[in-house]
């Protein structure tokens, strides 16, 4: 079966953005998974769209370091 394939308006309102150039301007930024049907046409599947989510929640988890490690070493560590 294959999955329905999204436009960016449709990827904007889902995800709260303002339109679709915005979400193809991040989609190259952040290089977020998406189906180039061609150059000019990019879409989107259900499961691109969890992937895109889980990588935003990713990003915005707390850098851990190691116990006892202070902040400005775990810097310097680039953990």
Do not use: Y
């Amino acid at each position: 079966m294959v999955d329905p394939l999204l436009t960016p308006d449709h990827v904007a309102e889902l995800l709260g953005l303002k339109d679709g150039a915005q979400v193809l301007r991040i989609a190259r930024e952040q290089d977020w998974p998406r189906v180039a049907l061609t150059n000019k046409n990019i879409r989107f599947t259900e499961a691109d769209i969890a992937e895109i989510i889980r990588r935003s929640r990713k990003a915005h988890e707390k850098p851990r370091g190691l116990p006892g490690q202070t902040t400005r070493s775990r810097a310097r560590s680039g953990l």
